[in-house]
């Protein structure tokens, strides 16, 4: 049940995305891929988003918030969240800290603090990371692996920049239409005083290069963007795929049904599935207890064939031992490709 | 345009025309974008008056850039003093 | 009022200006027209009275609940102070008032066109002044004055060429005749009119207006004091012709603008309180507003009955009911100018019949603004997408008002008079709505309530019983297409005072109990 090309095609998108729920295997095979790309020549980027990150562990090597070599060819980086937000305050307070007595320096600090533990601001800071790293992905790597968290998270992040976005639109809109009451203003607002004391508030053509109005504008305009160009690197599939990883049972089956419905409903769809930790005929033994699985697993391949017979399959069978460490990740990309 | 301290009939004549001609409708375009700014500050504002901003990561950007209108905003949605501890602006 | 340091506030009298222009239209001149028919007398008390204790507390009662409530219209005030359906039904009322506004100026513009044909072209000379004037002002931004004078002086004078060049539309385009031409024409342009941006009609023509109103106002006034004419017409008329309904109540419908208006609560809460600086500014505004619309109607009744030569005259020319509204404002006030100033009788009928024709045409043209908003919030809150579109919105308004138009005046479109008694009664209801409104707002301020309530029991009761006289009147007749507006007014008004009279009752006991 191999049918070898379907993976091996998508190394030559830009960005892959590997989700699934938790335990499936993700992770490995997010790894496999990445150190197969590697092998074929491929500069790999592995990043994995699950706040309990597992990359470091399936490498046996060190990884943290910054792009750490793992082989030739290949790069991890494992997504801190709270740094980012972290970062992302300190520039605000500092920004902050200029306009105000430095004797109320540790007000800011409090106030701003609180922010940090705001619902909302680790997903939007690993966003931000996300979007940083699709929007640049073709420049320094060949290929971008993500490796998410278990699949209701990713789910949201992918839907997030639209919904972002047209926040931002929102909010642009609100702000043009400011501007065109000052710019009626102008022609109204005529009688000597009445414009000095309305060109404070400023907004209309003659008025600082950096005046608040511009500031709002850039800082918002520099998000919308960032969050539509995400969103358009992520929903063209030239550029990007979706893997999801599931497990011949039950719960996995019902599971990846209702991902790949959430996921069609922001219009992204999967390139292919991986079903990992089969009991397939290549694996011998006998025995009530093995053909009971073996039985069972091959029940549930073919439902998942009948259910998900659009997509793409690739059946990795179950290792005789745990997957880790460079030689079994190889093993396993040999059967992907 | 209008000179006000022109004291001469023809050129206060001008400026009453003018005035008849524009204010009321300076006014009320005049308020309508301080409408539409305030409703912007709350967005940004928003935790200060005790509405949670799920966006907060976002708005807090803006804070800084907003912090010299805070003092009469504040005062218009009906708060006396500065809701936000580290900026004392009355 | 929120207190702040954005704005240079705005002259009062600047305000006032614009607020009284804003409502001041052809009914001041058309109702004192119609009502002299019962002798001068009532109509004259009427309006001295209704304007002091009526009008005035119901104009700035209006624009105060408005403006301190950051500038909402009564009618979304409503929906907070009694209820959401009871702010559903004012807002049918509303509308059905605003349809009958625009359809009856439409008719009445329509009949001045056609009786003094010499007003054709100075009347739509305006809108391409007005149009120039904007541009100037607001494109090329020109200083003010010299356009003023110009376009001031090019009006008169374009009324001294309209007499000589008077147009007269063809007797038959498509089996209509010149009346229903005329209407149709002038709802085109209404709705062009509105949609149009403000600064490039709307501004400058309500400006030119005002000028026109202060100018028009001064001449007659001036040509009163400098003749002092005879009022001929009998003090109480002992003859009234037959078919003319009782003084009581229909005097009080048949002159509202001018005594007491619903209109200008809607105008006044929709337009006027979003340009005062501070609720005191109300006061003046509002009360001064009424004052100013009650010296117009004034010196319409001084026109409708001084300006004719003889009593004789005079009973010629009020033979039956109804029909005299702008014609005695234009012959008799001609007469006065030309008279007391030694204008020409024929041009000073030309400027009366042009200075009704240009009142009433922007009512219009607000009248079709205020309905297009209203079709526009129905679209919101009933999600029916299409009429949040200007266009169809526009269109259906003007649409109904062509239906109603027509539908009561027939297609000759010139029995289209016979809504103003309804009218006036629409308007007066929308004036009791109003006043018990406001009275519940300061019911629930915990201030005294007793201004606004006796103006709204008798206002109401007048009304209330007028509708049902025209309800008897019309389908004897035979026009049940105005009977069933005026049901369906009747009904609504019922509905809606029932629901305010609870809302009272209720915000009385409250306030009462934190008395104790």
Known sequence: MTISGVVRDLLDRQILFIGGKGGVGKTTIAASLAISAADLGYTCLLVSTDPAHSLGDIFGIEIGDSETTVSENLTALEIDPERTATAHIVTVKDNMKRLVHPRLYSEVDRQLELAAHAPGTMEAALLERVAELVCESGSKYDLLIFDTAPSGHTVRLLSLPEIMSSWTDGLLKHRAQSGRFAAMLKTFGNAGQASDELSHLDSVADHAPDSPEDRIQDLLSARRRKFIITRERLLDAKTTSFLLVLNPDHLSILETEKVITSLLSFDIKIAALVINRALTSSISGSGEFINSRRTQDSEYLDRIKSVFGSFPRVVVPLQPRDVYGFDSLRDIGKKLL | MTDPSNASVWGRLGTLLSEFYNAPYRGAVARARRDEDDLFMLFVFAELLGIPNPATYYTLELQPVLLERFHQWHTRMGLEHSPLDHFRCC | ?516
């Open chain 3, 1 to 516: 009022m929120r207190d702040d340091i954005d704005y240079v506030p705005t002259n009062r009298f600047v305000l006032w200006g614009h607020h009284f222009t804003a409502v001041a239209g052809a009914a001041p001149i058309i109702g004192p027209g119609i009502a002299v028919i019962w002798g001068w007398l009532p109509a004259f008390l009427w309006v001295v009275l209704g304007t002091m204790f009526f009008a005035g507390v119901h104009d700035f009662g209006a624009i105060w609940a408005s403006v301190r409530n950051q500038a909402r219209s009564v009618g979304s005030l409503t929906g907070d102070v009694v209820s959401h359906r009871a702010r559903t039904l004012f807002m049918i009322v509303i509308f059905l008032l605003l349809l009958m506004v625009n359809a009856v100026f439409a008719v009445a513009i329509s009949n001045e066109l056609q009786v003094t044909p010499s007003a054709v072209i100075p009347a739509w000379s305006a809108v391409f002044v007005a149009i120039v004037i904007g541009l100037l002002l607001y494109k090329m931004h020109v200083a003010i004055t010299w356009p003023t004078i110009a376009g001031t002086v090019i009006l008169y004078a374009v009324i001294y060429l309209g007499e000589l060049v008077p147009i007269e539309l063809p007797a038959q385009i498509l089996g209509l005749g010149p009346g229903a031409q005329w209407i149709l024409i002038l709802f085109f342009y209404a709705a062009v009119a509105s949609m149009l941006p403000v600064w490039l009609l709307l501004q400058p023509r309500d400006y030119i207006n005002g000028i026109q109103l202060f100018i028009g106002l001064g001449i007659l006034y001036g040509a009163v004091l400098i003749t002092s004419p005879t009022v001929v017409a009998p003090a109480i008329n002992p003859n009234v012709p037959a078919a003319t309904p009782p003084l009581m109540p229909l005097l009080f419908v048949t002159i509202a603008c001018g005594a007491i208006s619903g209109f200008h609560g809607l105008v006044g809460s929709g337009t006027t309180s979003k340009q005062l600086n501070t609720e005191t500014d109300a006061r003046f505004v509002g009360y001064l507003g009424s004052v100013g619309e009650g010296a117009l109607a004034l010196v319409a009744i001084i026109a409708a009955t001084a300006g004719f030569a003889t009593l004789a005259d005079w009973e010629a020319f009020y033979q039956t009911y109804g029909t005299q509204g702008t014609s005695a404002f234009v012959q008799g006030g001609a007469r006065i100018a030309a008279d007391g100033l030694g204008l020409p009788l024929a041009f000073a009928q030309t400027l009366l019949a042009v200075m009704a024709i240009l009142f009433a045409g922007t009512t219009m043209d607000a009248g079709v603004r205020l309905q297009r908003y209203i079709v526009q919030e129905w679209g919101t809150i009933y999600n029916i997408k299409p009429l949040q579109n200007g266009y169809v919105a526009t269109g259906v308004a003007v649409g109904a008002c062509l239906v109603l138009a027509f539908g009561a005046g027939g297609s000759g479109g010139t029995g289209g008079m016979v809504i103003w008694p309804l009218f006036g009664t629409t308007n007066q209801l929308l004036a009791g709505l109003t006043l018990l409104v406001v009275s519940v707002i300061l019911v629930k301020l915990g201030r005294p309530s007793r201004y606004t309530m006796i103006p709204m029991v008798f206002v109401t009761t007048m009304a209330f019983v007028s509708a049902l006289i025209q309800l008897r009147d019309l389908y004897a007749a035979g026009n049940y297409f105005l009977v069933i507006v005026d049901l369906l007014i009747v009904v609504a008004s019922i509905f809606v005072m029932l629901e305010a009279t609870s809302a009272f009752i209720r915000e009385k006991r409250k306030s009462a109990a934190a008395a104790r």
